[in-house]
Nanobody, 117 residues
Framework: QVQLVESGGGLVQPGGSLRLSCAAS????????MGWYRQAPGKQRESVAV???????SYADSVKGRFTISRDNAKNMVYLQMNSLKPEDTAVYYC???????????WGQGTQVTVSS
C-alpha cells in the first residue's frame, strides 16, 4: 500500500504561481512513476505531469513551459511548480503513484487550485 497526501493548493490570481507538494509513504519501492492529474468541474480527470523513477518527465501540452514536476527521493516527496497560472488551470489536483507490476494506481485526496482575479 502507498499513501499520498497533497498540499499547497489555494486561490491565486492569473499570472501567479503555486507549488503543490505530495508526500508519499508506505511501499514506495514498488512505485514506477508519480504524477499530477487534475479534474475541473464537469470534465474528466486529465494527466498534467509525470516523473518516472528514473527521472524522466512528461507534460500535458497545455502546461508545457509553465509547470515543472520534480521529486525528492530522500524525502519521498513530489512537487508541481506551477507558474503563469491561467483561469483554465482551475481544478482539483491529485497526486498519483503508479505501480506497473501488478498494475495499480494510488491516489491522494486532492487539493483545490483556483485561478481567479
Amino acid at each position: 500500500q502507498v499513501q499520498l497526501v497533497e498540499s499547497g493548493g489555494g486561490l491565486v490570481q492569473p499570472g501567479g504561481s503555486l507549488r503543490l507538494s505530495c508526500a508519499a509513504s508506505g511501499s514506495i519501492f514498488s512505485i514506477n512513476a508519480m504524477g499530477w492529474y487534475r479534474q475541473a468541474p464537469g470534465k474528466q480527470r486529465e494527466s498534467v505531469a509525470v516523473i518516472t523513477s528514473g527521472g524522466m518527465t512528461s507534460y500535458a501540452d497545455s502546461v508545457k513551459g509553465r509547470f515543472t514536476i520534480s521529486r525528492d527521493n530522500a524525502k519521498n516527496m513530489v512537487y508541481l511548480q506551477m507558474n503563469s497560472l491561467k483561469p483554465e488551470d482551475t481544478a482539483v489536483y491529485y497526486c498519483n503513484a503508479k505501480r506497473l507490476q501488478p498494475f495499480y494506481d494510488y491516489w491522494g485526496q486532492g487539493t483545490q487550485v483556483t485561478v481567479s482575479s
